[in-house]
Structure formats: structure tokens, C-alpha cells
């Protein structure tokens, strides 16, 4: 797993990284809204 990997370099498994799984859910909320705007124009 890439993203267990992730975390692992984040800062130790004991944290499981929240703050990296919610910037990678940001990146793809706001990748989904540019395509959107993409689409409208």
C-alpha cells in the first residue's frame, strides 16, 4: 500500500497521519470541482 507507506514516513503508524488523509481528500475535492469548471467553460 503507497498510502500506508505514507503514513509510516508521516510520523509512525501510531498516528495513522489524519492530517495527510484529509489534504488528500482537500486535493481531490477541489481536483473534481476544477474539472467541473472545466466542463461548464
Known sequence: FI???KIEVGGGVKKKSPPSF???QLTTITTHFFVKKK???
Open 22 to 24: 484529509f489534504f488528500f
Open 3 to 5: 498510502y500506508r507507506e
Open 39 to 41: 466542463k461548464k467553460k
